[in-house]
């Protein structure tokens, strides 16, 4: 018997062995190497394998700057769809993007999706935080959507338009372009958003330095009311304290308008346009639920939830917002470039 029991031994000692090894093996590869892993595979069984790894993760954690009656009902249509739970946190595009990095830096790794705008998602990307991922809905998205180096997606667009209290200005009061707000009479009736220095650069990139500048100088002579966040500029023009906003986003304009609110919306040329950016955490405690909640927000369902509550899907193109020959896209990776630039430029004009 001494004989049978001994191999029983080794046999239990060589399995201990072996797992012991696996485990090993697993610890010894990084978790980005195994998120990657998840965000690249294209077997034949992804979608199901995804849909089950996901749901055993139970959750994800999800920062953006879409308004949050817009960003609740869709993390809500993906929790019924899928049964995965969602953590949402909504701020300001440049919080998002602070709160990323701080934890990031922190090595604090919560976060596993961010969406927000295209030149901060880059810079997220350029400080290797976000992550390629693979989904098959980006074969009918155009270039433009889709950075080369593929380390976030855009899911949708913003168009810098110029909003209106219908109460108390007429569509035909307009002029037909934004030179035409330096008129005297709109002093005191505009508002700006405090942080468009994006805006300004895709204006300069169409007119030109000493017209988009010479513009910008004659703008800030009229006063305009500055104000932080394109919800709340939105909103201001709804209630009538801003009759005029010039650099509104479409969308947030659009979305009070189908509530009933007195506001509407005009693209002026130049129509600036910039991408919205959507990413998925290198460092993502749930990498299967990332990659889950990135395929829907850019599958025709998540783009087309967009569209219902008044949203620009990126995977539509650039339209709906003027006449696409005189649209100026901004590049996102030019503005992360240039940003201090813009920033600076902006900032010594309003001052003025």
């Known amino acids: 018997m001494r004989p049978v029991y001994t191999r029983y031994v080794f046999s239990l000692l060589a399995g201990f062995s072996a797992a012991l090894i696996a485990a090993q093996s697993a610890l010894a590869q990084s978790v980005p190497e195994r998120n990657a892993a998840v965000y690249m595979y294209k077997g034949a069984d992804r979608d199901q394998r995804l849909l089950e790894r996901a749901r055993k993760e139970g959750s994800l954690t999800f920062y953006t700057s879409l308004a949050t009656t817009e960003s609740i009902p869709l993390t809500q249509a993906f929790e019924k769809k899928t049964g995965v739970k969602v953590q949402l946190w909504r701020s300001l595009s440049e919080e998002v993007i602070q709160r990323t990095l701080n934890e990031a830096r922190g090595k604090r790794h919560v976060v596993d999706v961010v969406e927000t705008n295209g030149p901060e998602v880059e810079a997220l990307a350029r400080e290797q935080i976000t992550a390629e991922f693979y989904t098959p809905h980006t074969a009918k998205y155009p270039s433009w959507a889709i950075p080369k180096h593929r380390l976030w997606v855009s899911d949708r667009m913003d168009f810098f338009v110029v909003a209106y209290n219908t109460g108390k200005v007429k569509r035909d009061e307009l002029p037909?372009?934004?030179?035409?707000?330096?008129?005297?009479?709109?002093?005191?009736?505009?508002?700006?958003?405090?942080?468009?220095?994006?805006?300004?650069?895709?204006?300069?990139?169409?007119?030109?330095?000493?017209?988009?500048?010479?513009?910008?100088?004659?703008?800030?002579?009229?006063?305009?009311?500055?104000?932080?966040?394109?919800?709340?500029?939105?909103?201001?023009?709804?209630?009538?304290?801003?009759?005029?906003?010039?650099?509104?986003?479409?969308?947030?304009?659009?979305?009070?308008?189908?509530?009933?609110?007195?506001?509407?919306?005009?693209?002026?040329?130049?129509?600036?346009?910039?991408?919205?950016?959507?990413?998925?955490?290198?460092?993502?405690?749930?990498?299967?639920?990332?990659?889950?909640?990135?395929?829907?927000?850019?599958?025709?369902?998540?783009?087309?939830?967009?569209?219902?509550?008044?949203?620009?899907?990126?995977?539509?193109?650039?339209?709906?917002?003027?006449?696409?020959?005189?649209?100026?896209?901004?590049?996102?990776?030019?503005?992360?470039?240039?940003?201090?630039?813009?920033?600076?430029?902006?900032?010594?004009?309003?001052?003025?």
């Open 176 to 352: 037909a372009t934004y030179e035409g707000f330096a008129d005297p009479k709109w002093k005191g009736r505009l508002g700006i958003e405090a942080t468009d220095q994006e805006w300004l650069a895709g204006v300069v990139q169409l007119w030109g330095s000493e017209r988009g500048l010479g513009f910008f100088r004659k703008l800030v002579a009229m006063r305009p009311d500055v104000r932080k966040g394109h919800v709340l500029l939105a909103q201001l023009v709804a209630a009538g304290e801003i009759p005029v906003a010039l650099t509104a986003y479409a969308s947030n304009a659009e979305s009070s308008k189908r509530t009933g609110a007195p506001i509407d919306w005009v693209a002026l040329e130049p129509v600036v346009v910039r991408a919205q950016g959507l990413a998925v955490a290198r460092n993502a405690p749930n990498p299967n639920a990332a990659l889950l909640f990135a395929d829907y927000l850019l599958s025709p369902e998540g783009q087309q939830f967009y569209e219902s509550v008044g949203r620009f899907p990126s995977s539509r193109g650039v339209r709906g917002a003027g006449d696409p020959s005189k649209v100026t896209m901004v590049d996102s990776q030019t503005v992360a470039n240039e940003s201090a630039k813009w920033q600076k430029i902006w900032s010594e004009l309003l001052k003025r």
